[in-house]
């Protein structure tokens, strides 16, 4: 295998590692707090990555194995850490959230997309950013109103 087949490898495994050495620095309750919203992120993107399969989306260079280790790096990397930060910093405070989430999203779909297609990692194909960045800005309203919801006081009867 040449080195230049090594670098989306060694970048997916980056993203993952990279992500997860931040969750030391989060809340013990935070983290606690914010997993059940985080695994429901992680659903969405999943169901997005499936769809993804059958309408061509993106492509990865090699087999259906490197794909799903492509998304999945995605997924429980950035995704999945990601999305209990920005509800740390941000529950509350829905002007704070949205503006966390656009910024990041048009980050990942712009400049980081570039680059990662640049890198090989990843080849968008029947989808474009701004596509990608409504689906997961809408993921953002989703999963906010799943958080409100999972964190109403119950009420007794």
Do not use: C
């Not at 495994?13 to 620095?25: H, R």
């Not at 914010?34 to 169901?47: C, E, G, K, N, R």
């Not at 090699?62 to 920005?86: A, C, E, H, Q, R």
């Not at 090989?120 to 993921?139: E, H, M």
């Amino acid at each position: 295998m040449k080195k230049k087949d090594q670098l989306p490898t060694v970048i997916r495994i980056g993203l993952i590692i990279l992500s997860w050495s931040t969750i030391f620095f989060l809340p013990k309750e935070a983290r606690k707090k914010y997993v059940p919203v985080a695994t429901f992120s992680s659903l969405l993107v999943v169901i997005l990555s499936m769809l993804s399969f059958h309408f061509k989306w993106w492509r990865v260079k090699g087999g259906i194995l490197d794909k799903t280790f492509n998304d999945f790096s995605f997924i429980f990397g950035p995704y999945f850490v990601g999305t209990m930060w920005i509800f740390h910093l941000s529950f509350g405070k829905f002007w704070l959230y949205s503006l966390i989430n656009i910024f990041m999203d048009t980050s990942l779909l712009y400049p980081f997309n570039w680059l990662f297609q640049k890198l090989n990692v990843y080849k968008l194909v029947n989808i474009t950013p701004k596509q990608l960045l409504y689906t997961t800005l809408s993921f953002a309203l989703a999963l906010y109103g799943y958080q409100i919801y999972i964190t109403r006081p119950k009420s007794s009867k």
